[in-house]
Every structure is written in structure tokens, then in C-alpha cells.
């Protein structure tokens, strides 16, 4: 019995081998590729791009008779160039410089005191502003944001009365602006914007002369303020 129990424990043992080295013969599945994650989406970085929309121009001339007014709304487009800083989850914190073009120009005709008659053209053929930023990504892709800083224009005036120009403004001037949008990231290194700001280029006193209406003087301040609605799109890097 002991024979026969060593004879069928060898036999096993060959037979486990013989199917050990047949399975190990045998062609084996490749493992399944699974692609990494995509890595999440930040608002860090720098980005360029352009814009375009509606510039309204409200121009003001005070004088000792009252205030003239008269407001416009024109084209404007131009480009941009900024930076984010994400942190603390979706804060957004950032700095852009954007420079548009406008067709803001306007004939005003005067209606009181001896000026009453003459005509103020206004024009505002450009503007610059440099903004600071803040904002919240409400989800990954989409960036809800408020803004403020510095702006300048470029900013004419020209009083004409009884066929003769009697004054003339033509200044670069510098004022302020605020305003928000909302950013959306629609591919990995493209955003849209819609945003709307309000633009104050204060205003400048000046004395114009004319031998009827003002010949000892009248004192004018020219004012311009404006609104700005613009699309835009950005390409980011780094």
C-alpha cells in the first residue's frame, strides 16, 4: 500500500508540473489602458486677447447758465492682457490692462444763456484701463467677477458759436472705472467674457471769449462720463 500511495503522490506531482508549464505557455491578456484624469480646471495663469461691444459717451459742458447735455452710444473694440491667481478653492484674484477703440462723437447744440445757439462737438476716440479683479469659479468653468482701477481717454471738445470756434479742448485724461462680468472656460486655453463698466474722465474748467455772447469770459467745465458692454475672448498660457 505504501508502494501504490508514493507511486500516485509522484504521478500527481508530474501531472501538476506538466499543467504548470502548459499554462504558463498559454498567451496572457494585455491589462486595460486607462487615460490619466484630466488635471482639473484653474483660473492661474496669463492669458491675451480681444473684445468688442458699445461704448456710451454722456458728455456734460456747465456753465454759469445751466448744464448742457447730451449722451451717444457708438462702437468699441479692441484687445486685452492679463493674469489670475487661483486660491482657497474658487477665489480668483487678478490684474488686466485692456485698450479699445470708439466712434464716440457727438453735436450738441447749446439752448441757454448767450451761448445759446453754438454747438459742442464731443469725441472720446479711445480708452485705456488697467483693472484689478476679484472673483468666485461658482463651478470649475465659469468665473463670476468684479473689477476696478485706473482709466484714461482721450477726450475732445470743440465749441463753435455764430460760425467761429471759440474753444477747444483736446486732453488725455485720466479717471476711473468699475464695473464685472462673467468668464466661462470653454476649452483648455479658451475663455469668453461678458462684462459692462461705468468709465469717469472728470472734467476741466476753461474760460472761452467772444466779442457778443462772453466778452468778458464765460467760465465752461466740459465732463465726460461713459458705459462700456463688451464680449470678449481669451487665449491663456502658462
Not at 66 to 71: H, K, M, T
Not at 138 to 147: G, H, N
Not at 215 to 228: E, F, I, L, N, R
Amino acid at each position: 500500500m505504501k508502494k501504490i500511495s508514493c507511486f500516485l503522490a509522484a504521478a500527481g506531482f508530474v501531472i501538476g508540473l506538466s499543467q504548470a508549464a502548459s499554462g504558463a505557455d498559454l498567451p496572457r491578456k494585455a491589462p486595460t489602458y486607462v487615460p490619466p484624469a484630466p488635471p482639473p480646471i484653474t483660473w492661474t495663469g496669463c492669458y491675451i486677447g480681444a473684445n468688442i461691444g458699445g461704448a456710451y459717451g454722456n458728455f456734460k459742458l456747465d456753465s454759469p447758465f445751466g448744464e448742457e447735455s447730451d449722451n451717444h452710444w457708438a462702437f468699441a473694440g479692441g484687445g486685452q492682457v492679463g493674469c489670475d491667481y487661483q486660491f482657497s478653492g474658487g477665489w480668483v484674484i487678478g490684474i488686466r490692462n485692456m485698450f479699445d477703440g470708439t466712434t464716440n462723437n457727438e453735436d450738441s447744440t447749446l439752448r441757454l444763456g448767450p451761448l445759446a445757439g453754438g454747438t459742442v462737438n464731443f469725441k472720446n476716440t479711445w480708452f485705456d484701463t488697467l483693472t484689478g479683479r476679484i472673483g468666485y469659479a461658482v463651478q470649475p468653468a465659469w468665473l463670476i467677477y468684479a473689477q476696478g482701477g485706473a482709466a484714461w481717454g482721450h477726450v475732445e471738445a470743440d465749441l463753435t458759436f455764430a460760425g467761429a470756434q471759440i474753444g477747444s479742448w483736446t486732453k488725455t485724461k485720466t479717471g476711473w472705472t468699475a464695473g464685472g462680468g462673467v468668464e466661462w472656460r470653454f476649452a483648455p486655453q479658451w475663455s469668453a467674457f461678458l462684462e459692462g463698466n461705468y468709465v469717469d474722465f472728470g472734467s476741466d474748467d476753461t474760460t472761452v471769449f467772444t466779442p457778443v455772447a462772453c466778452p468778458a469770459g464765460c467760465k465752461v467745465s466740459p465732463k465726460t462720463t461713459g458705459a462700456t458692454v463688451l464680449v470678449g475672448l481669451n487665449y491663456r498660457f502658462w
